[in-house]
Every structure is written in C-alpha cells, then in structure tokens.
C-alpha cells in the first residue's frame, strides 16, 4: 500500500528473496492494489546474473517481447549422449516415439514418473523439464513421493502443472504463473479432484504451462487430460531432500536405480525400474498421514 501510494504504479515486478514466499505473493494478488504483478522466474540472489545480463543488453537493444521470458536456459543433452550413456550403463530401454502418451497413461495407472527433457529450468522451481510427476487425484501419490523419493517430512506439499487455458475453471483469482510463484485459493469444487496438490488451508502452488513455452510437456498434460479429463499433474522437483535439483543424464538414472520412482523419460527413451533392478520387496506406503501428524 505504501508502495502504491508513493509511486502511483499499477503495473509492478516484485524482485528479492523474500518474494518466493507464494502465500505473500498471493496476498498482494487478491489485494488488486496493483492492475498486473509480476515474480520472476529466479528473484532471489540466484537471478542477479540474469538480471545483469538484461541490464546491459537493454544498453544497446530495446526489445518488445510478444512472448513470455522462457526458464528454460540450462543444459541439454542430444540422444546419441543419452543412449551411448544408456549402452554404457547396459541399462534396458524403449524408444518411444509417442513419449507423451505412453507416460500419461502410466501416471493416470498410479506410476511415479521421472520427466527429463530438453533444456533445465532457470530458477528454484522445477517447471516441467527436470521434474518428477505423479496423478493429483489420488492423495498417496503425495505421500509415496514423500517416502519413496523424497524422504522428507510427511507434510511438505507438491505443486500442481496445470494447462494454462484451463485455469479459471480451478481458481478464484486467475492470474497466470508460469514461475510457479503463487499459492492460489483454490475453487471448493475443485480442491476434492486434486487432494494430493492442495494444501490445508485450501491452496495450491500452481504452475501454469503455456504451449508455446513448454509444448513437450503441454502435451503431457493434455494427453493426461484426455484419459481423465483433469488438465493437471502432480509436479515436484527431480532430486531428493537436500540435494539440489538434477541436471544431467546420470543423476536421472541414478535417481531411478535407487527406487525413487517407477519410470524415466528421458527425451522420447522410457526405462522402467521393474526392467532394470530387482528389489526386495515393492514400495509400500508405511505411514499414513493422519498416523505422522499424530507421532510428531
């Protein structure tokens, strides 16, 4: 408010560490003290190189960008590096050249799927190239993940991927946040189909996917949508708890010979865990959370 009353602004970039707290970046929504908001894709200190790059750039060159500033900056990996890496390792693999439907199938089955394709994300959030996903409709899938892949306290939430175009069916302030930098209120009639993304106090870390951003991963979401006719996965970060997020091939398939998910997708090749290792027993989920709440 004191913002707004001292440089009369109505559109606004909110920058700084303290600007990844989505409940507080929701507030300043809701409060329509400014007609459009903005959070960056990195605004802690993890984006001031970005930020340098721009500034001088701007220098010399004054572009009017028609489409949103992509995340998608880090690394990527061509298939004759995954699959001599696959070879390698003498790992068994599909290619799949239909990848996004046979994984939507898989997850709308009640698999854990790892996702890693084309170039990583910029920023600390996974936005659907170095990403694990699972089915929103089913309230384990956040507990599995938790005990399976995580192995992180049993309360910590998963954001939902949503299609961008299908966003006002599910929240009450529409905005989009492609960063995932918002806890939405999510819609009453809406929070029962997801109970495995939304939060206690009825919101959800949405991440809004445009096509023309990410259209890999659009697709994803859209072949799930028509199995189930939910345009929305379950998304959290590729790495378990105190490890940062992974970034190349190796970690992946690490990652998938340790038990933390079913499946990898890596660019269009599939692997399954069942094909590849042999454990002594199937995951089961131990505790449920209603048993945790009451041990802490």
Known sequence: ????????????VFSGGVFQNVSLNNAILESGIFDHVYFPMANGDGGLSLGAAFFVENKYKKRKRKTLLTPLLGPSFSD??????????????????????????????GKTVGWFQGRGEYGPRSLGNRSILADPRKFESKSRINQLLKKRDWFMPYAPSILEEYLDEFVIHKNTSPYMQIAFKVKDGKKDSIPAAVHVDGTSRIHTVDKNVNPKYWNLINEFRLLTELPILLNTSFNRHHIPTISEPRQALEHLLDGCMDYLAINDYLISFDDNRISKEPFKNEETESYALKRD
């Not at 408010?1 to 606004?12: H, V």
């Open 1 to 12: 408010k004191q913002l707004k009353k001292c440089t009369k602004l109505k559109n606004i």
């Open 80 to 109: 004759v590096e995954i699959s001599n890496l696959l070879d390698q390792s003498r790992i068994k693999y599909v290619k799949d050249n239909h990848i996004e439907k046979t994984v939507a199938k898989l997850i709308s089955d």
